[in-house]
């Protein structure tokens, strides 16, 4: 069957699935007060999993990024892991995480299955983590990493880029010359929530790439299913840099990801203006047709968000949609 395509040229092979809009954590640029609850109806059922990530499937997903909120607050993690992983056509399942219960479920995760493994630390310095998470975990989320490099996943470490840590970038380059890991700076980006916040804080990623091209530091190949970052390798060191500029000219034209929120709306962009709403259609009776409607929906997608128009659509904070 045809993969899903959009108007612009573009097709997607990968999948962001939500399965929680809850978070344990009190990150400063998405849910400093802690998570409130916007009266969100159940987060999808392990049949509706099923069902969506079938139609994805079969519409030519490859691979399906299972996030929330924080998803390891689902208690059947584990059950969505494996079934997602049985569904053929699936090639890839990824997992993002902020860590908190790394340690104890990594090992289950990847008996599982689990191929690849995200993990958002914005700060190697345990004061600094704590004072944006809100929770003093950063040697027992290092420590789950490690287990995770035992195992031989790959793991990408995510740091959201801040102006008031301009030790941001040496600590984590001197963390990566020892550490086979990606590590990816995320610019910050505006939200209907935090206009303020991103005034203040924001850093554009450019002033990086170029520090990280004078030090003598190489593009890679971007892969097919890969996500939206640009990514640098060293000789010197084990592991890679990688940056998420949604700021950077032409960023949309690569798009592959499509957005499946814990409510069982689809989201065409991260800042579009509101989902569309398939639960209905996840059941086993429905498939076809929420195949159907997936290709339909594809033709709605614009071109690029409008964030530098200061647009940021209906997202309030990261966690509505997992990021």
């Given at each position: 069957?045809?993969?899903?395509?959009?108007?612009?040229?573009?097709?997607?092979?990968?999948?962001?699935?939500?399965?929680?809009?809850?978070?344990?954590?009190?990150?400063?640029?998405?849910?400093?007060?802690?998570?409130?609850?916007?009266?969100?109806?159940?987060?999808?059922?392990?049949?509706?999993?099923?069902?969506?990530?079938?139609?994805?499937?079969?519409?030519?997903?490859?691979?399906?990024?299972?996030?929330?909120?924080?998803?390891?607050?689902?208690?059947?993690?584990?059950?969505?892991?494996?079934?997602?992983?049985?569904?053929?056509?699936?090639?890839?399942?990824?997992?993002?995480?902020?860590?908190?219960?790394?340690?104890?479920?990594?090992?289950?995760?990847?008996?599982?299955?689990?191929?690849?493994?995200?993990?958002?630390?914005?700060?190697?310095?345990?004061?600094?983590?704590?004072?944006?998470?809100?929770?003093?975990?950063?040697?027992?989320?290092?420590?789950?990493?490690?287990?995770?490099?035992?195992?031989?996943?790959?793991?990408?470490?995510?740091?959201?880029?801040?102006?008031?840590?301009?030790?941001?970038?040496?600590?984590?380059?001197?963390?990566?010359?020892?550490?086979?890991?990606?590590?990816?700076?995320?610019?910050?980006?505006?939200?209907?929530?935090?206009?303020?916040?991103?005034?203040?804080?924001?850093?554009?990623?450019?002033?990086?790439?170029?520090?990280?091209?004078?030090?003598?530091?190489?593009?890679?190949?971007?892969?097919?299913?890969?996500?939206?970052?640009?990514?640098?390798?060293?000789?010197?060191?084990?592991?890679?840099?990688?940056?998420?500029?949604?700021?950077?000219?032409?960023?949309?034209?690569?798009?592959?990801?499509?957005?499946?929120?814990?409510?069982?709306?689809?989201?065409?962009?991260?800042?579009g203006e509101h989902g569309h709403d398939l639960r209905?259609?996840?059941?086993?009776?429905?498939?076809?047709?929420?195949?159907?409607?997936?290709?339909?929906?594809?033709?709605?997608?614009?071109?690029?968000?409008?964030?530098?128009?200061?647009?940021?659509?209906?997202?309030k904070h990261f966690a509505m949609i997992g990021g």
């Amino acid at each position: 069957m045809q993969p899903l395509h959009d108007n612009h040229g573009r097709q997607f092979s990968y999948l962001r699935l939500s399965i929680t809009d809850v978070c344990n954590f009190r990150c400063h640029y998405c849910l400093p007060n802690g998570y409130q609850g916007d009266g969100e109806p159940q987060p999808l059922s392990l049949a509706e999993i099923d069902q969506i990530v079938q139609a994805f499937a079969a519409t030519g997903t490859r691979k399906v990024r299972i996030t929330g909120g924080e998803p390891v607050l689902r208690r059947d993690l584990v059950e969505i892991l494996r079934q997602v992983k049985r569904t053929q056509g699936i090639e890839s399942v990824a997992l993002t995480t902020n860590g908190y219960k790394l340690l104890e479920h990594i090992d289950a995760w990847y008996e599982v299955g689990l191929d690849q493994l995200n993990v958002s630390i914005d700060s190697l310095d345990p004061r600094a983590f704590q004072a944006i998470t809100g929770h003093d975990r950063l040697q027992q989320i290092l420590a789950g990493i490690d287990r995770g490099l035992q195992l031989g996943l790959p793991i990408k470490v995510n740091a959201v880029l801040l102006a008031d840590q301009p030790q941001q970038l040496s600590e984590f380059l001197h963390w990566v010359k020892r550490t086979p890991v990606t590590l990816r700076f995320i610019e910050l980006m505006e939200t209907g929530g935090q206009p303020d916040y991103f005034a203040r804080h924001h850093v554009s990623g450019e002033s990086i790439k170029q520090q990280l091209l004078q030090q003598g530091w190489q593009p890679l190949t971007r892969g097919p299913h890969a996500g939206p970052a640009q990514e640098f390798a060293h000789p010197d060191y084990q592991g890679n840099i990688g940056l998420i500029m949604p700021y950077s000219r032409h960023f949309c034209s690569s798009c592959n990801r499509l957005r499946i929120s814990a409510a069982g709306k689809l989201h065409l962009c991260l800042f579009g203006e509101h989902g569309h709403d398939l639960r209905p259609l996840m059941r086993a009776e429905h498939q076809l047709e929420l195949q159907q409607r997936l290709r339909e929906l594809l033709q709605l997608k614009a071109a690029s968000h409008d964030l530098h128009q200061g647009n940021t659509g209906a997202i309030k904070h990261f966690a509505m949609i997992g990021g």
